[in-house]
């Protein structure tokens, strides 16, 4: 079974930094890219993040270029979301997915004074 | 950037009745090279995480009851419910991931009489 699960949300000032981190079980972790998505309160679903199964290559959306770096280790089965520069319209629940096809429970950040 | 536009916002139904829910692509979601749609459904309960339902525009997702139907190539695609259950409660997306960056429909609210 699938498991992916993400840890590090929180309550961050604007203009801070956060780690994301997930970690997944119940596969073979460097055989799929992996991807994070957002959801802001009641809103939809934002594509955030994709990495290759190797960590080769990236790919990200204008809102978060430059601020954001997805990254992995192989060797601990971990997916990892590094936020910089936090803003107001970051605040949303994060999940860690497989491909797009297994997600994790997701983990809240928001982004206040 | 592919736009995705879905209808309708919402939909009440009463249970054993059939609801359609549709999504459109700004450009096409079909690839030449192995002329599959790149386009999938999600199923949002409240307080869940999204689960994948349909990939490839009309694949059922292992485990996904046969009455989850999706249909439609190039630009148009549907996602059919028939015979509606009341655990069908669910907001409901599509997503293109034929190109970055992916994007996802704005959703459609099912809500049982």
């Known amino acids: 079974e699938v498991q992916l699960v993400e840890t590090g949300g929180g309550l961050v000032q604007p203009g801070r930094s956060l780690k994301l981190s997930c970690v997944a079980s119940g596969f073979t972790f460097n055989n799929y890219w992996m991807s994070w998505t957002r959801q802001a309160p009641g809103k939809g679903l934002e594509w955030v993040a994709s990495i290759t199964n190797s960590g080769g290559s990236t790919y990200y959306p204008d809102s978060v270029k430059g601020r954001f770096t997805i990254s992995r280790d192989n060797a601990q089965n971990t997916l990892y979301l590094q936020m910089n520069s936090l803003r107001s319209e970051d605040t949303a629940t994060y999940y860690c997915t497989r491909g797009m096809d297994g997600w994790g429970q997701g983990v809240m950040v928001t982004v206040s004074s | ?113």
Not at chain 2, 20 to 33: D, M, P, Y
Not at chain 2, 64 to 91: M, N
Request: net charge negative; proline share 4%; with cysteine.
């Open chain 2, 1 to 113: 950037d592919i736009v995705m536009t879905q209808s309708p916002f919402s939909l009440a139904v009463s249970e054993g009745e059939m609801v359609t829910i549709n999504c459109k692509s700004s450009q096409s979601l079909l690839s030449s090279g192995n002329q599959k749609n790149y386009l999938a459904w999600y199923q949002q309960k409240p307080g869940q995480s999204p689960k994948l339902l349909i990939y490839y525009a009309s694949t059922r997702q292992s485990g996904v009851p046969d009455r989850f139907i999706g249909s439609g190539s190039g630009t148009d695609f549907t996602l059919t419910i028939s015979d509606v259950q009341a655990e069908d409660l669910a907001d409901y997306y599509c997503l293109q991931h034929y190109s970055y960056p992916l994007t996802f429909g704005s959703g459609t609210k099912l809500e049982i009489k």
